[in-house]
């Protein structure tokens, strides 16, 4: 069964960082792009950060320059660090990988909530 796991999200006051991080298990996640996700309350889900199995990111104009995507393809893991944190960055951040053809590779995990508050 091919399962990430998210953690590392809290509670962290505007201004602070904070890194996550996903861990697959059941494959590998070097041959894929990689992404994070968040979905807010009453919001749908939305695209944060890519990764390429080459080690391109890409970013939503949102937190473009505040976080940033990177893997470790030897852990199997994925990380993002968020600095300069805003309230509206609070949100579940869900990990994945893709393929080619955009589908996912592993089952979708919980997810770890990010709140952004002071």
């Known amino acids: 069964q091919r399962q990430v796991v998210e953690s590392g999200g809290g509670l962290v006051q505007p201004g602070g960082s904070l890194r996550i991080s996903c861990e697959g298990s059941?494959?590998?996640?070097?041959?894929?792009?990689l992404r994070w996700f968040r979905e807010a309350p009453g919001k749908s889900r939305e695209l944060v950060a890519s990764?390429?199995?080459?080690?391109?990111?890409n970013y939503a104009d949102a937190v473009k320059g505040r976080f940033t995507i990177s893997k470790d393809n030897f852990k199997n893991m994925l990380y993002l660090q968020m600095n300069n944190l805003k309230p509206e960055d609070t949100a579940v951040y869900y990990c994945?990988?893709?393929?080619?053809?955009?589908?996912?590779?592993?089952?979708w995990g919980q997810g770890t909530q990010v709140t952004v508050d002071s």
């Open positions: 994945n990988a893709f393929n080619a053809y955009g589908e996912s590779i592993f089952d």
């Open positions: 990764i390429s199995s080459g080690g391109s990111t």
């Open positions: 059941g494959s590998i996640f070097s041959p894929y792009m």
